[in-house]
């Protein structure tokens, strides 16, 4: 035991050291106890890495002084709704060759992991909530997989009283009974990605061995077995899973998905700079996409052109942002950013990533060129 604690207490040592933080001893105690253990963290190298990545991690807890709001890959994102996201952990199990993040272990551009503290962000959440007001989802959405989070339960528990409903995206892998029954307590719908019915062109589309199987039993289990709502939530690739699409359509109907939420969210696949994108012969408009849709709705009978409406989701007012467009600010680097020439550094209590080559420690003077969704990027000057 005691070696046991000694080597975790080498293990945080480098953590700390990546996020460059101080904190008391007592404190360095607990979280070398609490997040050594998990499976997420791997040490197979002398640097933290996350374990389905291989990437660095950097854990960020509040001694950290790395704010949850500014960045779309940890904290709470407030797009001006009554919808919450929370980014509990980067990374994911699969590689799929749609992926707008570019996520999993075949990355190109993906450098750098996070994982947040759950007590910290549900502190963040709980202050974003009561900004909102009544009638808050929490939607639990990370650029990777939820569920390879390994405090789920606890950040789950922590802003349960601060929402009104509970939604969680996932491709349902490390889902099981014991798990469903922990996801049940807390979770109003999931959103289950499933975007084939073939074994073969499941290897395919996730870019890794897909347990099919296993993921339609998940699905059914949800539907069947428990009071959560599922949403079955297929990525349509034209000329890849065309046939795929009606047969889903099917599954969900037959296995009861959709209980207070709709049973379907089809999404168009769209191409982002910086995700992948697999090789698709003709590309579908917004409105062939809608028409293929609505056509598919007079067939099966079921609404799958969705609106925001169909979630609760209404206009309310964004947390104020403390910085502007075109501002031009100096600031000292804290920590490593998610891609390439990708630097974090804070401003006003906002994480803003830095395009720049400098390291962390040093200091930067860059312009900030977006602010959009209270999310900040700057640019070197
Ligand atoms: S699309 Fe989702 S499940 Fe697939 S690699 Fe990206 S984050 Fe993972």
Same mark, same amino acid.
């Given at each position: 035991m005691?070696? !046991?604690?000694?080597?975790?207490?080498?293990?945080?040592?480098?953590?700390?050291?990546?996020?460059?933080?101080?904190?008391?001893?007592?404190?360095?105690?607990?979280l070398?106890k609490?997040?050594? +253990?998990?499976?997420?963290?791997?040490? $197979?190298?002398d640097?933290?890495?996350?374990?389905?990545?291989?990437?660095?991690?950097?854990?960020?807890?509040?001694?950290?002084?790395?704010?949850? =709001?500014?960045?779309?890959?940890?904290?709470?994102?407030?797009r001006? &709704?009554?919808?919450?996201?929370?980014?509990?952990?980067?990374? *994911?199990?699969?590689? *799929?060759?749609f *992926?707008?993040?570019?996520?999993? %272990?075949?990355?190109?551009? %993906?450098?750098?992991?996070?994982?947040?503290?759950?007590?910290?962000?549900?502190? /963040?959440?709980?202050?974003?909530?009561?900004? $909102?007001?009544e009638?808050?989802?929490?939607?639990?959405?990370?650029?990777?997989?939820p569920?390879?989070?390994?405090?789920?339960?606890?950040?789950?528990?922590?802003?349960?009283?601060?929402?009104?409903? #509970?939604?969680?995206? &996932?491709?349902?892998?490390?889902?099981?009974?014991?798990?469903?029954?922990? =996801?049940? $307590?807390?979770?109003?719908?999931i959103?289950?990605?499933?975007?084939?019915?073939?074994?073969?062109?499941?290897?395919?589309?996730?870019?890794?061995?897909?347990?099919?199987?296993? /993921?339609?039993?998940v699905?059914?289990?949800?539907?069947?077995?428990t009071?959560?709502?599922?949403?079955?939530?297929?990525?349509? =690739?034209?000329?890849?899973?065309?046939?795929?699409?009606?047969?889903?359509?099917d599954?969900?109907l037959?296995?009861?998905?959709?209980?207070?939420?709709?049973?379907?969210?089809?999404?168009?696949?769209? +191409?982002?700079? &910086?995700? %992948?994108?697999?090789?698709?012969?003709?590309?579908?408009?917004?409105?062939?996409?809608?028409?293929?849709?609505?056509?598919? !709705? $007079?067939?099966?009978? #079921?609404?799958?052109?969705?609106?925001?409406?169909?979630?609760?989701i209404?206009?309310?007012?964004?947390?104020?942002?403390?910085?502007?467009?075109?501002?031009?600010?100096?600031?000292?680097?804290?920590?490593?950013? %998610?891609?390439?020439?990708?630097?974090? *550094?804070?401003?006003?209590?906002? /994480? /803003?990533?830095?395009?720049?080559?400098?390291?962390?420690g040093?200091?930067?003077?860059?312009? #900030?060129?977006?602010? +959009?969704?209270?999310?900040?990027?700057?640019v070197?000057?």
């Open positions: 005691i070696s !046991e604690y000694e080597d975790e207490q080498d293990k945080v040592f480098l953590l700390r050291n990546f996020i460059e933080v101080r904190i008391s001893k007592k404190r360095y105690e607990k070398a609490k997040y050594t +253990k998990e499976h997420i963290i791997s040490f $197979k190298s640097k933290t890495l996350n374990h389905f990545t291989q990437r660095p991690l950097i854990f960020i807890t509040k001694e950290s002084g790395i704010p949850l =709001l500014g960045h779309p890959a940890f904290g709470v994102i407030d001006g &709704t009554n919808l919450i996201q929370v980014r509990p952990v980067t990374g *994911c199990n699969l590689n *799929c060759i *992926c707008s993040v570019d996520e999993g %272990r075949a990355s190109r551009t %993906r450098r750098t992991d996070y994982i947040v503290e759950p007590e910290y962000l549900a502190e /963040v959440f709980d202050h974003v909530s009561s900004f $909102k007001g009638g808050v989802e929490a939607h639990i959405d990370c650029q990777g997989e569920l390879i989070y390994p405090y789920m339960e606890e950040l789950l528990e922590r802003i349960k009283n601060s929402a009104s409903v #509970v939604s969680i995206q &996932t491709n349902g892998i490390f889902i099981n009974e014991r798990k469903l029954e922990i =996801l049940e $307590k807390y979770v109003t719908r959103n289950l990605s499933l975007n084939t019915l073939d074994e073969r062109r499941a290897d395919f589309i996730h870019g890794a061995r897909y347990p099919l199987k296993h /993921v339609l039993r699905a059914e289990m949800i539907a069947k077995n009071t959560i709502d599922l949403l079955i939530a297929p990525v349509w =690739l034209p000329g890849i899973n065309d046939e795929d699409i009606p047969r889903i359509i599954f969900a037959d296995i009861g998905a959709g209980k207070r939420f709709p049973p379907l969210g089809i999404q168009k696949f769209i +191409k982002y700079k &910086t995700g %992948r994108k697999p090789k698709i012969k003709r590309y579908q408009t917004f409105d062939d996409f809608y028409r293929r849709l609505q056509a598919l !709705e $007079k067939e099966y009978g #079921v609404k799958l052109v969705l609106h925001r409406e169909d979630f609760g209404e206009r309310r007012p964004r947390i104020p942002s403390p910085i502007k467009k075109g501002e031009r600010l100096k600031a000292r680097i804290i920590a490593e950013g %998610r891609t390439q020439n990708e630097m974090l *550094c804070v401003v006003r209590n906002r /994480v /803003v990533s830095v395009i720049t080559e400098k390291k962390t040093d200091f930067v003077n860059f312009e #900030v060129k977006r602010t +959009k969704d209270g999310l900040f990027l700057g070197e000057i």
